[in-house]
Each structure stands twice: as structure tokens, then as C-alpha cells.
């Protein structure tokens, strides 16, 4: 992958270079119970989830805001919440990006909706990656010989 | 709503997803087949007239009670044989529990629905053995459970194959030798999908609070009937005996068959109340951000 991202200029370095792949982030099926979400979310030091049926089509995400969000809203008891389903606390139609998209365009997006990730969809829809704002900025920033 | 078909014969019906309340019902041991086959027509008799489809229940083995002097059970062989034979002579579904991974497949070849004891809700060895029956499961709420944490029981029988379960609540333990009845558990278990039942009878029990039995308060019975058929159960749990003072297991808590049609009446009455406003307002109801 390095060696590909050498080979290209800042215009055209896409989504699919800089994203980090299916098994290095959170991901769970959506009738896990709400706890395990929250336990790979710890695991990965990431503050999103990605909620998938059982084809790995992208029902949901979840983030550390809408944790915090749950937790402040319901009246139950946190063991109560922790054994819910996790897609009743999910949010259904996330914002998503294309594998092929352009990177400056996907930060822009983000910039834009003050979000720090966005899960990469290839051509069937099928969640294969997750565009971190992090890793973004830091081949944006290696491509634009920023010092 | 997920639903279990029960059929014995020509005798048919449904349990979950259904307006009429149906009834689990019996002495909590079996005592002999005389007395199985009398408890099974007196009951029959008046279900009939009450038109309830229900379920013989009557435990072959009772291996929780307080004093290894009590009344231990008939046995597997003779109980499931004394359960074949209400079965068959009165046309209706039959159902213990049982208490040992080895007893679960014999238990299934005769009870058309196969109980989880309190005790055990959560054993692994005990749910996957009676998921395997391939039977539905009566899963008991453990006295020291919490509704929600019964989706782990859930989870487990599904886990093994079985997607035909029971929730039954019958207490929470509140202290010691004490149990108080929580009518929000029963919505909460039945945001599994899967139908809930309410045990007034082992409800009103005071676990082992007599030294070496438990005891109980029967009198609260019909109160706690009536609360809980207003929450919408699907299943009824009764334990009846037509002579509470010389039953042979749970004395203290079992119904007097002398009270079984009033409170039935009682039962049917609220259920079907409850059904005809779900009917006119709808299923849809206060939710927490309403």
C-alpha cells in the first residue's frame, strides 16, 4: 500500500490507500448485545462502531457521542442498556464514503459534518474499511510535504 | 411476537402472539397417577368451562427442596409414565422440569414443553440439553435475576437451536427468606419477542423461611393474578391441590383447587380486557422519549 501512495499525487489519492481495513477496526453484528459493542470499541481505541447484518452490509454505526447521548437520555439501569441489542442504539443511515472516493474530498466531508470517521463501502455495498481522520490528515500531510 | 404451537391430537393452539390467555397448571410434584388423573379432570373440567386451553404441569423429580427428608419426586420413569397417561386420556400437552442434562431427552420424548427450573436459568449444561429436545422451554426467571438479564438465557437456547421459548417470572428474591413481585419484569422479558408467563403460586413463597421448608403467603394469589393478566401475560402458572395441607411439595404456596375457577374467571376476565384495549388503542404505547 505504501509503495502505491508514493506513486501518487495529492489529487488523486483515494479513499481506498488510507483507510484502515476490515479487521483492524470495531465492527458487530447487529443482534450483539450492546456491552461487546462497547468492549471492541475500548479494544481498538476507536470512538466508532460499525454495525453489519450477517452479509456485512452497513446497517448502523455507532460513536462515543451517541454513548454518551443513551446514557444521559434513558432511565434504565446501565446493566439494563449494556445487554439491549446494539442496533436499537445505533444510527441507521450513517454518512458513508466509496473505497474509490477522493481523500481530500472525504476530509472536506468531514471537516464539513465535524465527524471523525466515515465507513468505506465498496461497489455492493459491503463494509470494507473505515476512513479515520487521523490516518487521513497523515497522508494528506506527507503528500503536501507539510513541515 | 414469536409464537409455539402446541398440539396434542386434535387439540390445537398457540401460545404468544395470541389474545387468549392460556394456563400452566398442576400439583407441583406428581403424587401418584390416582391423584395426577383426579388433578388433571378437575382442572380440565373447569378450563373447559372457562373455555382456557391449557397444560398439565407436575414436576417427576424435586431436587430443590430445603430438607433432604422432603418428598423427593416419583422418579423419571414412573412420572413421565403418570404424564403420558393425562396426556393421552384428557388430550392435553403436559410439561415438568427437570434438573439434570441427563434426564432432558427422556423429558422431551413425553412433555410437550420442557421446563428450566429457577435455580438453573442460567446452566449452560441444563439450557443446551433442553434446547436439544427441540421442544419448546419454559425458562424460569431465577429468584436472583434481573428481566434483562435473562436475554443471556435466551441467547443460550438460541445458541443451541431452539428459537421456542417461555420466559416465566415467579419473583425476586428481596432480602433474605423473601420475594417481591416485579410487573415491569414481564414487559421487559417480552422485548425478547419470545411470550411471557407469571407464577403467582411460587410468587407468594417465602424461600425456606419455616427452618427447613418454605413458606408463603397463598393469600395474595388472586391479587397477583389480576396484576399480572392487566400487563398482558400470554401464560398463567398456577400450582393447584385439591388438599394444600397435606400436598406433598410447596403446601404453602399452592392454590386451593376450591378457588380455581373464581380466580380464573378473574384471570380471563382482565386478559381479555387488556386484549380489547390493545385491540382499540393499539399496541403502540408510552415509550421512554414519548
Not at chain 1, 446514557?71 to 442496533?87: E, F, T
Not at chain 1, 471523525?116 to 503528500?143: M, R, T
Not at chain 2, 410487573?183 to 411470550?195: A, D, K, V, W
Not at chain 2, 388438599?243 to 384471570?267: C, I, M, Q, Y
Amino acid at each position: 500500500m505504501e509503495k502505491s501512495i508514493l506513486n501518487m499525487t495529492l489529487e488523486n489519492l483515494v479513499v481506498k490507500n488510507c483507510m484502515i481495513n476490515i479487521g483492524y477496526f470495531p465492527v458487530v453484528k447487529f443482534n450483539q448485545i450492546l456491552k461487546e459493542a462497547v468492549d471492541y470499541m475500548d479494544e481498538y481505541k476507536l470512538g466508532i462502531i460499525s454495525i453489519v447484518d450477517n452479509n456485512f452490509k452497513l446497517l448502523g454505526v455507532i460513536t462515543d457521542g451517541d454513548l454518551r447521548r443513551a446514557i444521559l437520555r434513558s432511565q434504565k439501569p446501565l446493566s439494563a442498556m449494556l445487554v439491549d441489542d446494539v442496533i436499537d442504539y445505533s444510527i441507521k443511515n450513517p454518512l458513508v464514503i466509496s473505497e474509490d472516493d477522493l481523500l481530500i474530498d472525504s476530509i472536506k466531508l468531514m471537516n464539513e459534518k465535524q465527524i471523525w470517521d466515515l465507513p468505506v463501502l465498496n461497489k455492493n455495498k459491503e463494509l470494507i474499511g473505515l476512513l479515520h481522520l487521523h490516518s487521513a490528515i497523515k497522508n494528506y500531510i506527507e503528500k503536501n510535504d507539510v513541515r | 411476537m414469536k409464537q409455539i404451537k402446541i398440539k396434542v391430537k386434535n387439540n390445537e393452539f398457540i401460545i404468544g402472539g395470541s389474545k387468549d390467555l392460556k394456563l400452566i397448571a398442576g400439583p407441583c410434584a406428581i403424587e401418584s397417577l390416582d391423584h395426577s388423573m383426579f388433578m388433571a379432570e378437575k382442572i380440565n373440567n373447569i378450563c373447559n368451562k372457562l373455555s382456557i386451553k391449557w397444560i398439565f404441569k407436575s414436576c417427576y423429580d424435586k431436587d430443590c427442596r430445603s430438607s433432604p427428608d422432603s418428598f423427593h419426586g416419583v422418579g423419571i420413569t414412573e412420572g413421565l409414565r403418570i404424564l403420558e397417561k393425562v396426556r393421552n386420556e384428557f388430550e392435553i400437552p403436559v410439561t415438568s422440569d427437570f434438573s439434570d442434562p441427563m434426564w432432558a431427552k427422556e423429558t422431551g420424548e413425553v412433555c410437550d414443553i420442557i421446563q428450566v427450573p429457577a435455580y438453573l436459568c442460567r446452566q449452560t449444561s441444563i439450557l443446551k440439553a433442553a434446547a436439544e429436545t427441540n421442544k419448546p422451554i419454559n425458562i424460569k426467571k431465577g429468584q436472583f435475576m434481573s428481566p434483562w438479564n435473562m436475554k443471556n438465557s435466551v441467547k443460550k437456547v438460541e445458541y443451541y437451536g431452539n428459537e421456542q421459548i417461555i420466559l416465566t417470572d415467579r419473583g425476586t428474591f428481596f432480602g433474605y427468606n423473601m420475594l417481591v413481585n416485579d410487573m415491569r419484569s414481564l414487559p421487559i422479558m417480552r422485548e425478547t419477542g419470545y411470550p411471557v408467563c407469571f407464577d403467582a403460586t411460587h410468587s407468594v413463597q417465602q424461600p425456606t423461611s419455616m427452618g427447613n421448608i418454605s413458606g408463603g403467603q397463598r393469600e395474595f394469589i388472586p391479587h397477583l393474578v389480576r396484576a399480572s393478566c392487566a400487563t398482558g401475560i400470554d401464560v398463567l402458572f398456577l400450582e393447584v391441590h385439591d388438599n394444600p395441607k397435606n400436598a406433598l411439595s410447596d403446601k404453602n404456596t399452592v392454590l386451593d383447587l376450591k378457588f380455581l375457577e373464581r380466580v380464573l374467571s378473574e384471570a380471563k376476565s382482565i386478559s381479555d380486557t387488556q386484549s380489547d384495549l390493545e385491540d382499540k388503542y393499539g399496541k403502540e404505547y408510552i415509550k421512554h422519549d414519548s
